[in-house]
């Protein structure tokens, strides 16, 4: 990879692997100026939700399952819901867990809890009416009072709910058997209109066999963070689990740094898998329940064998190309040596997903804090929320985790931990993928690697250290593709040319590190300047005044306002001549700026935001404030909220009425000592 400027570094990933070129084509193949935010799965809208359907369901007229607690081993200590329901809630708390993928446990019951606000884009995504959040069956759900597909006196029902099972690396260190600690699912929602099926779960609602030395809890504080940044990431188009709603528990009081409120969020996501579930396994050389857990992956969360990715064309060229799909299940693709069986397949997938989210959170500037691989999803996702943040002043060496003091989750390290992560999981599916053409052998299935013999094991290692190394490419080039093609709606551009990445990418995040600028709020800015305006050094420099923030005043240490002027006008240039060329004439500028604030928006969630609304609700009663942060944080790319019309406000359809002075202050300048702020993974 190409020598690197400081600030421009944070764009490499997996460094212990060889240089490859990039795919040169133009990048108008992958941008829309009228749909630059690309989702995952299904059919979206340009900012990444799906269009709104109608007035949606009840809670009990939702179609529900429970495929993963019907498909995977339960713990052999609560082999049935009855077994489970029976035991007192005491004798459900933290042991080790063997064998199994979860275990049967119910939430704890909740005294006088008090609903405080549901996320209407995340009821619609589910399928519910946003009339259900007013009904006492949601409200009892939400808490875990009330249990849905279990009957308590028949000790009977079709489903019942349960936490997980699974391990994980912490700051790069086997950590042992972690599991769900105070997660418990309820069912699977299936939304009537999209198909799309999501797993509900609550957060907070008790202690698990997983929950160590904890106490299976969690407070007001961090679930409001991750109330906010779930639905924040949806609506910017970043892949995430979602928050449906948030509740607090008056009778609950709970001991981190200090004593502090409880809460329960209820959570969803298509998948709530991560790699931590093989790593468990792994580690207790439980091969049988890998491959029946990846297996179930293929077939039950991604669809099927045949919505996975094809061999490319050139896996050891130039990775970059989309892959095929709809290769069944049997075939095997590739030369002697390098055969890719399904399981490779399905670890290419899971690779492809992750290149593209991290590629988006370095756009937006999202860090999660603490990736360890029990917070890395299979599906995909952001998941997971404790000590994240999005970028103020650019500064690629930023890490909101104040226990991070190797900056092992910096946002210039993110990339290449989750390549970390995913060699990991790489380790966990190594012997299926080694496997290649033999993989449904039945001696390769009762007896597996054979180390002891040398001749049989060779080939499978050689093999999976190949296809393994290989995949390292691919998500390279997937990240870099994603990074480009975002990176280039962002500045507003139709196409992208290789000479883009020097002269518009990496200049620009070198000046905005050595000037201290605020990363998304100069993108936004950008957003509004016109061409016209920028013809000569002296309007550049008169045009680059609305990047410095007007609460500080001084563009960065050491920098003399004439100088960073310059430094800004002369890169404004650059980017002129480029919107030039892209853009044929004046009369662009209108759908030049609509697109440009389609991908760049004018709020975020930053950490000083959300203590000020923590503070509000718990220490002095507020309520609306959850309601208004959550309304901005799901429409981020709107100019003014107070006064507009809105399909999915906070109580449905209608003329929204926040705050204004509020809307302003929240979109403005930072104040200086509140950037760049830091908490600890305590929830």
């Known amino acids: ?108 019951k909740q005294q006088d809890p008090e609903l405080l606000a549901v996320s ?21 759900v939400a808490v875990g009072n009330k249990i849905i597909g279990w009957d308590e006196e028949t000790l009977s029902g079709p489903g019942y709910p349960w936490a997980q099972c699974y391990g994980g690396f912490q700051f790069g260190q086997w950590a042992g ?5 105070r997660a418990i699912s309820l069912f699977e929602g299936t939304n009537p209109s999209t198909g799309v099926r999501y797993e509900v779960q609550l ?21 409001i963070r991750e109330f906010v940044v779930s639905e924040a990431l949806h609506a910017l188009g970043i892949p995430s689990t979602r928050a449906l709603a948030i509740s607090l528990l008056p009778h609950s009081h709970v001991r981190r740094e200090t004593m502090e409120p409880g809460a329960i969020v209820v959570r969803m996501a298509q998948s709530w898998l991560r790699f931590g579930n093989f790593d468990i396994l792994r580690a207790r050389g439980d091969r049988k329940l890998v491959r029946q ?17 094809g061999r490319l064309a050139d896996p050891e060229g130039t990775p970059g190309d989309e892959p095929p799909r709809g290769i069944p299940k049997e075939t095997i693709e590739g030369p002697p040596g390098a055969e890719e069986n399904r399981f490779h397949r399905l670890y290419r997938e899971i690779i492809r997903r ?97 180390f002891d013999d040398d001749a049989a094991s060779k080939p499978i290692e050689e093999r999976a250290h190949k296809l393994i190394t290989q995949a390292g490419e691919e998500f390279k080039a997937v990240f870099m593709a994603e990074f480009k093609r975002l990176f280039t709606a962002r500045l507003g551009l139709k196409t992208y040319q290789e000479s883009d990445f020097d002269s518009l990418f990496d200049s620009l995040l070198n000046t905005m590190e050595a000037l201290e600028l605020d990363y998304n709020l100069f993108f936004r800015r950008l957003s509004t300047l016109k061409t016209a305006d920028l013809q000569t050094e002296e309007a550049r420099q008169k045009a680059a005044e ?63 935001i959300l203590d000020e609304v923590i503070r509000r609700v718990e220490k002095e009663g507020e309520r609306d404030v959850l309601k ?44 200086q000592q509140k950037k760049a702020m830091q908490c600890s993974c305590s929830s």
């Open 354 to 450: 992750n290149a593209l989210t991290v590629a988006k959170w370095q756009i937006y500037g999202f860090m999660n804090g603490v990736l360890n691989t029990d917070n890395t999803s299979i599906f995909g996702l952001s998941i997971d929320f404790g000590p994240f943040a999005f970028m103020d002043n650019f500064d690629p060496n930023y890490t909101p985790n104040h226990d991070d003091f190797a900056l092992r989750y910096s946002y210039r390290n993110q990339a290449t931990i989750i390549w970390w992560n995913l060699v990991r999981l790489g380790e966990a599916l190594g012997e299926l993928i080694g496997a290649g053409p033999d993989v449904d052998s039945e001696s390769f299935i009762t007896n597996g690697l054979n």
């Open 120 to 140: 209407p884009a995340a009821m619609r995504d589910l399928g519910l009416a946003l009339s259900e959040a007013d009904t006492e069956e949601f409200r009892e």
């Open 1 to 108: 990879m190409r020598s690197l400027k400081p600030a421009a570094r944070c764009l490499a990933v997996a460094q212990h692997l060889k240089s490859i070129p990039y795919a040169s084509q133009p990048f108008s193949a992958f941008f829309s100026t009228t749909n630059n935010i690309m989702a995952l799965n299904g059919t979206t809208t340009e900012n990444g939700t799906h269009p709104l359907s109608s007035e949606g369901t009840t809670l009990s007229s939702l179609p529900k399952s429970w495929h993963l607690t019907s498909s995977l081993p339960p713990d052999a200590a609560f082999p049935t819901p009855a077994d489970s329901h029976k035991a007192d809630r005491d004798d459900l708390g933290p042991r080790q867990v063997k064998n199994a993928i979860f275990t049967w446990v119910r939430p704890e």
């Open 628 to 671: 208004r942060v959550l309304h901005m944080a799901t429409h981020p790319f709107e100019d003014a909220w107070t006064g507009k019309e809105f399909e999915d406000g906070p109580t449905g359809k209608g003329v929204y009425q926040g705050d204004k002075a509020e809307e302003e202050r929240w979109t403005g300048d930072v104040p």
């Open 546 to 608: 609305v990047f410095f923030s007007q609460v500080e005043g001084v563009p960065g240490p050491g920098t003399d306002k004439e100088k960073a002027r310059k430094r800004v006008g002369e890169w404004l240039d650059k980017w002129r001549q480029r919107i030039e060329e892209d853009w044929s004439s004046a009369a662009d500028l209108e759908e030049r700026v609509a697109a440009m604030k389609k991908v760049n928006p004018s709020f975020i969630p930053r950490g000083w």
């Open 293 to 309: 857990l990846a297996t179930y992956i293929g077939e039950e969360v991604f669809g099927g064998w045949d919505k996975l990715p």
């Open 177 to 181: 058997q972690l599991g769900d600690g």
């Open 203 to 223: 957060k907070g609602a008790g202690m698990t066999p997983y929950s160590r030395f904890a106490d299976g809890k969690a407070v007001l504080r961090s679930s």
